[in-house]
């Protein structure tokens, strides 16, 4: 399952290491917490008068740090990855972050350096890469969380202590789609962190990281939680915490502490323009991290459940479409064949309202619960669906089984009000999109072209209805009050358009 998204092409969504090296995965050990370090701390707030919880008032940064900061450790990374020729040449050892393959991103946009001149043969080589990042212990017996990112194609890991001692350490496993892994160095009565739960931290709550921010070990950053549930544009299932908290290369992998001293997620990524921190960072929520850790401990490798649709956001114009009281929920834009979701029943142009009872609010917390779901696990969903509610049941499948090719469907719109000369499908043209029926955009004016309707363009359904011919669009149209939702296909994409009709 993804979440589709138009991408702002001027923002760049950067993870957040020195490091270009990997696999990692995670391990539940009981060990997390010990008796000396497993509590939380019971006075790290100051008291405030009146009914103001702990978490409302400014915590004690200093005794977290002192506490915990031990247990935060510096990962340094080797291997070798494969680049151009010309990028090869540019690779030079006087750079702090030489063969981080996000070295040239940096250099870009932070020192306003470009690349060297190349060979022009276009060739590629194999070139060291060394990187640095953050981690932290969640056992004393050497089990370290950090990001999968951070230690990608690695050939050697080694970890620092704040007291200064080095360990080689190796990589249990990691997990891509949710940038999480595992790593072991031979230790025993390490310093450990307690692990909080993201489900009890509150937009507003103060939020402390430390890591090692352009190789600055033991760095410490505070700010507070901006959100919780953003759904980020790179095909994640994570609903990332998003913080103001400064976050820069290197910190990747570092914990992100509540006011009680309690680890609540992972810092991974930063939302920028500039390739430097601009204010907005993004955290993995711990509950899933500590999920993707026991499924690593227990068989060595991690099962996500998929659903198979892709969805997209319900704004104020589809609520209207579709009769929606509120705009709130996850609307269906594409469902595999054969998968779950297909099997279940579930259409394109459905609205998901709730998954085993719990609301979708944003299309970004439909994959957040699903991720958290187990393959095989049966979850209840209540679709909208043509003005009406009801109920589906859907059995998840494992996402690592190897997946349906997605019927491909193209659209188009009709004329009138809505702005669309439209003309239907030809027999090879349905062929070549895998289409029953569908209307080729001819022409696109007024409202239609003014939403990014395109010529060429085919449109699939409204309102989530197919269409078969014009005469079907324009009883739509004519029945619609403000606006009315299009799927559209382009380039073998596919997404809802909203409409107004002015």
Not at 157 to 177: W, Y
């Amino acid at each position: 399952m993804k979440s589709t998204a138009l991408k702002n092409s001027s923002l760049v969504i950067a993870l957040l290491t020195a490091g270009a090296i990997g696999g990692a995965g995670v391990g539940a050990f009981n060990a997390l917490q010990t008796p000396s370090i497993a509590a939380p701390l019971a006075a790290l707030s100051s008291s405030a008068a009146g009914d103001i919880s702990s978490s409302a008032v400014v915590p004690n940064f200093p005794q977290i740090t002192e506490r915990y900061g031990p247990a935060v450790v510096n990962i340094s990374v080797t291997g070798t990855t494969k680049v151009s020729d010309e990028s090869a040449m540019a690779q030079g050892d006087d750079d702090a972050f030489s063969g981080d393959p996000f070295l040239e991103f940096f250099r870009r946009f932070q020192q306003g350096q470009g690349q060297r001149p190349g060979n022009g043969r276009g060739g590629q080589q194999e070139v060291p890469t060394r990187g640095q990042g953050s981690g932290f212990i969640v056992s004393s017996d050497g089990i370290i969380l950090t990001n999968a990112h951070v230690v990608k194609d690695a050939k050697e890991v080694t970890v620092k202590l704040t007291d200064r001692r080095e360990f080689r350490a190796k990589v249990l496993g990691s997990d891509p789609k949710t940038d999480i892994a595992v790593l072991r160095i031979e230790a025993k009565n390490l310093p450990v962190v307690t692990l909080g739960k993201t489900s009890d931290l509150k937009v507003g709550e103060w939020v402390l990281a430390i890591g090692s921010p352009f190789g600055f070990e033991n760095t410490v950053t505070a700010g507070v939680v901006s959100a919780k549930g953003r759904s980020l544009p790179d095909d994640s299932a994570v609903p990332f915490i998003q913080t103001d908290v400064a976050i820069n290369p290197g910190n990747s992998g570092g914990p992100l502490f509540n006011a009680r001293g309690e680890v609540v997620g992972i810092n991974s990524q930063i939302y920028t323009r500039s390739g430097g921190y601009q204010g907005v960072s993004f955290a993995i929520p711990i509950d899933i991290a500590n999920k993707v850790k026991n499924q690593i401990v227990a068989t060595g490798k991690v099962e996500h459940a998929r659903l198979g649709v892709a969805v997209q956001e319900v704004n104020q114009a589809f609520a209207d479409s579709f009769k929606l009281d509120k705009p709130e929920g996850a609307l269906v834009s594409t469902v595999e064949k054969g998968s779950p979701a297909d099997k279940a029943g579930l259409q394109s142009g459905d609205v998901i309202r709730k998954v085993n009872g719990q609301p979708i609010v944003s299309s970004g917390d439909l994959p957040a619960l699903i991720s958290l779901a187990a393959p095989g696990d049966t979850v209840k969903l209540e679709v909208w669906r043509q003005g009406s509610a009801r109920e589906l049941t859907a059995r998840l499948a494992n996402a690592n089984d190897k997946t349906s090719e997605v019927a491909s469907k193209k659209e188009a719109a009709g004329q009138g009000k809505l702005g669309l000369a439209l003309r239907p499908l030809q027999p090879d043209e349905k062929q070549e999109a895998g289409l029953d029926s569908g209307l080729v955009v001819e022409q696109a004016s007024g409202p239609a072209a003014m939403a990014g309707v395109q010529s060429g363009d085919v449109l699939i359904s409204i309102n989530g209805v197919p269409v078969k011919n014009i005469d079907q669009v324009r009883a739509a149209v004519a029945k619609a009050e403000k606006s009315v939702a299009l799927l559209i296909q382009r380039g073998g994409d596919k997404i809802f358009v909203p409409v107004n009709l002015g």
